[in-house]
């Protein structure tokens, strides 16, 4: 009977665990880069292995890392619960923006996230492990980030998002550390043009890929924003456009998130509804 009593308690202390919000690091090993990354990853409160998830993949900022989000926007845990998403906020180095660099093999970030991050979070999660429920977004680097990663991986991502991107790299060609990833604009002007997400979206389709764009009127990165916009008109791409007063800080992305991911529960509802 005692046996049978610690069975019973061992039970109920399992399922309790699942009524509370969970957020765990985990390290990811990256085969390109030869080195663990450190990766947050948020469940819903109720979080259970007897039901799969959608996925919301949530990029930093610039010299900023994989805490940022949770650290600064507490609230992204009670989002996760309301949405019933998981979140994972990866580290994407200080000065990354999230591609393969063709210079420096230690800055290969597009690879460990749509590859090794993806791979990881569907094998140790209760994932819907399709495109049709993941989605990718993050706020300026981050935000450029994560529009380039979907457009390159349409296959694993269906829904994509940014927030006060820096969606034209070469409006920023003495900043941010940009040439140290892809060389100077002067020795590699195609890197510029061909990374630089306002040009990647002309190979874009209509209704490939779900993109939501928010971006403040006051925010040094407003410009080529509403230039995406008009780009994405001219190619009769749908999209969601968003721009209000705000500036490029965290008052208006912890706003930002919530419009974000009210667009990605409707693209999940819809793809399940299909």
């Not at 619960?81 to 800055?107: K, M, N």
């Not at 990718?136 to 991107?165: D, E, P, Q, V, W």
């Not at 965290?250 to 974000?260: H, K, M, V």
Request: proline share 3%.
């Amino acid at each position: 009977m005692r046996h049978l009593n610690l069975i019973l308690t061992l039970l109920l202390i399992s399922q309790l665990s699942f009524s509370k919000s969970q957020v765990d690091t985990v390290s990811v090993f990256s085969p390109k880069m030869k080195k663990e990354i450190k990766n947050v990853v948020i469940v819903p409160e109720n979080y259970t292995v007897k039901k799969k998830y959608p996925v919301v993949y949530l990029l930093h900022g610039y010299s900023d890392n994989y805490a940022k989000w949770v650290k600064t926007v507490p609230s992204i845990k009670t989002l996760a619960t309301e949405h019933q998403f998981i979140l994972v906020c990866p580290d994407g180095g200080y000065s990354s923006w999230y591609f393969d660099s063709p210079i420096d093999s230690a800055y290969q970030y597009e690879t460990y996230i749509a590859k090794d991050l993806v791979n990881f979070v569907d094998s140790h999660y209760s994932t819907i492990p399709d495109k049709s429920a993941r989605a990718i977004t993050g706020l300026s680097m981050g935000g450029h980030g994560a529009l380039y990663i979907a457009i390159r991986n349409k296959n694993l991502f269906a829904h994509a998002g940014s927030m006060s991107g820096g969606v034209d790299l070469r409006t920023s060609t003495k900043k941010f550390d940009i040439a140290k990833r892809i060389g100077s604009i002067d020795a590699r002007p195609d890197e510029w043009d061909n990374r630089s997400v306002v040009n990647m979206v002309n190979s874009l389709k209509n209704k490939e890929l779900d993109i939501i764009v928010d971006c403040g009127v006051s925010d040094f990165f407003y410009q080529i924003n509403a230039a995406l916009h008009r780009r994405l008109i001219a190619l009769e791409i749908d999209h969601d456009y968003i721009e209000r007063p705000g500036q490029h800080n965290w008052e208006y992305w912890t706003n930002s998130i919530q419009y974000q991911f009210l667009f990605f529960d409707k693209c999940f509802d819809k793809a399940v509804k299909q």
